[in-house]
């Protein structure tokens, strides 16, 4: 089973020096370099052009060239009635 978005793309993507976790959820990390960065608590080296797709909690160290992938949390979360059009009255 695919992680959450990895199916039918992602909404944003942002720098991870500079990700926002209270409004956005993230699900991919792609390093354009070689880099090291710290997800969830772990240290993980990462080769230059990779991706790795997990549900990011946090994010830190080195983080020259790392970005982050996801989508709105409103869009990942989803509304009561799994649609893009308003709940019904």
Do not use: C, Q, W
């Amino acid at each position: 089973m695919a992680i959450k978005g990895t199916d039918n793309g992602y909404g944003i993507i942002h720098e991870a020096g500079s990700a926002d976790f209270n409004n956005f959820a993230y699900f991919r990390i792609y390093a354009g370099s070689n880099a090291t960065p710290v997800i969830n608590g772990t240290s993980v080296t990462m080769a230059a052009s990779s991706t790795l797709d997990v549900y990011v909690k946090s994010i830190t160290g080195a983080l020259t060239g790392v970005y982050v992938i996801g989508e709105p949390k409103n869009v990942a979360d989803g509304p009561a009635t799994l649609s893009r059009y308003p709940e019904p009255t």
